[in-house]
């Protein structure tokens, strides 16, 4: 078996992924459970928790669209990093090809976070 060299000396995410037992189910919470939660445990309506819930998401996307940070104490940090230009590579052709520097969302999770989650 051959080694396959990486163009990038980064991490290869898909040679080091973990294997993912296709019979474990996920629990996932959409937009509409989120809300019902919220309408819940605050003891208002699920309208008056929609307009809260896209009122923070709605700040959040526009604080981080100014180039400010956002940051709730023991939750966490949401941010805008910048990426610089790299070199890459045409899967199709396999040519070198410049991938443009971009800015993209990042969120690091806080202190107390991040032990609930642990627990």
Known sequence: MQKRKTQNKRC???????IINKFVEVKR????ELIAAV???ASISK?????????VLDTIVEALAA???VQLVGFGTFEVRSRSARQGRDPRSNSPITIP???VPAFKAGKAFKD????
Do not use: L
């Open 12 to 18: 290869n995410f898909r040679a080091h992924a973990p």
């Open 29 to 32: 919470m959409n937009k509409t």
């Open 39 to 41: 309408a819940e445990k």
């Open 47 to 55: 309208k008056d928790a929609d307009s809260a819930v896209n009122a």
């Open 67 to 69: 180039d400010e940070k």
């Open 101 to 103: 520097a971009s800015k």
């Open 116 to 119: 609930s989650v642990a627990k």
